[in-house]
């Protein structure tokens, strides 16, 4: 008798995140220019990835709403695929919080390597993963940033 997982083994598995360890793809290749690679004085950068047709995504923008507002985080990147009023609406809301690039979920893989969303990742300096996560809850938000503690400040 065959193996019935046989016919499975020319399938590649997909994967919707960068894991830690793994380097951010070269950001320069964005549609408009303005999102660039880690600059060294920086030391970190946190990426959120958000969708407004994904239901948990609301509950999450919500919290990094919060969040943002009661911490000041270095280089903080919000990238969201939402309709032009939505994101004309996000980018009001978070303006001075985050910086705010419109992209849709092709772009997110593409160029981030994340098809996941509410998703963040918590990059050093070189532009290395050091965290690589769901980020919809203030849990989910402090284990993101916990790495992080002595550059963006202990009570993160």
């Not at 020319?10 to 360890?21: I, Q, S, V, Y």
């Not at 923008?61 to 309709?83: K, Q």
């Not at 705010?100 to 098809?115: I, P």
Request: with cysteine; glycine share 8%.
């Amino acid at each position: 008798m065959t193996d019935p997982r046989g016919h499975l083994q020319f399938l590649k598995p997909t994967k919707n995140w960068l894991n830690p360890g793994e380097y951010l793809p070269d950001a320069n290749r964005f549609a408009d220019g303005r999102l660039r690679s880690i600059p060294a004085a920086r030391l970190c950068m946190f990426l959120f990835f958000i969708d407004t047709e994904c239901e948990p995504c609301g509950p999450a923008l919500n919290m990094l709403y919060e969040a943002l507002s009661e911490h000041d985080l270095p280089a903080v990147l919000l990238v969201a695929a939402p309709e032009d009023k939505k994101f004309d609406i996000i980018r009001t809301a978070f303006e001075g919080k985050a910086e705010l690039h419109r992209c849709d979920m092709k772009e997110m893989k593409r160029l981030f390597g994340t098809g996941a969303t509410p998703w963040g990742y918590g990059i050093n300096a070189v532009g290395q993963i050091v965290t690589s996560s769901v980020c919809g809850s203030r849990s989910e938000f402090a284990a993101l940033t916990r790495p992080f503690r002595r550059l963006i400040g202990a009570t993160v």
